[in-house]
Nanobody
C-alpha cells in the first residue's frame, strides 16, 4: 500500500509556471506507475499525465502536451508535474495517483486502474 501527499499548488497568473510534487510513503514506490489527474468544478476528473515505473515512458493529455512535464525521483519517492504556460482552463484540483496494475500504454489515462490517490492540491490560474 502507498500513501500520497500532493503539494505545490497555488495561485498563478496565466502564462506562469508551477511545479507540483507528490510524495509517496512506503519502500515500493518504484513498482508503481504514477499519474496526475485534475478536476475542475462541475467537471469530471480528467487525465493529465502519467509516467511508467521505470520513468522511461511518459504520457500526456493533448491539452497539456508541450506545456507540462511529468518526472519521478525514486530515491525521494516523489513524482513531479512541471506546469508551464498555464492557462485559466488549467485551474483545477490536481490529484496524484499510483497504480501497480497498469501494463500497457493505452491504460495510463484510465483513472479506474489507479488504486491509490492523494487528497489533491488546488491550482488557480488568473487571467
Amino acid at each position: 500500500q502507498v500513501q500520497l501527499v500532493e503539494s505545490g499548488g497555488g495561485l498563478v497568473q496565466a502564462g506562469g509556471s508551477l511545479r507540483l510534487s507528490c510524495a509517496a510513503s512506503g519502500r515500493t514506490f518504484s513498482t508503481y506507475a504514477m499519474g496526475w489527474f485534475r478536476q475542475a468544478p462541475g467537471k469530471e476528473r480528467e487525465f493529465v499525465a502519467a509516467i511508467s515505473r521505470s520513468g522511461a515512458s511518459t504520457y500526456y493529455a493533448d491539452s497539456v502536451k508541450g506545456r507540462f512535464t511529468i518526472s519521478r525521483d525514486d530515491a525521494k519517492n516523489t513524482v513531479y508535474l512541471q506546469m508551464n504556460s498555464l492557462k485559466p482552463e488549467d485551474a483545477a484540483v490536481y490529484y496524484c495517483a499510483a497504480s501497480d496494475r497498469i501494463r500497457y500504454g493505452r491504460d495510463y489515462g484510465r483513472a479506474i486502474l489507479y488504486d491509490y490517490w492523494g487528497q489533491g492540491t488546488q491550482v488557480t490560474v488568473s487571467s
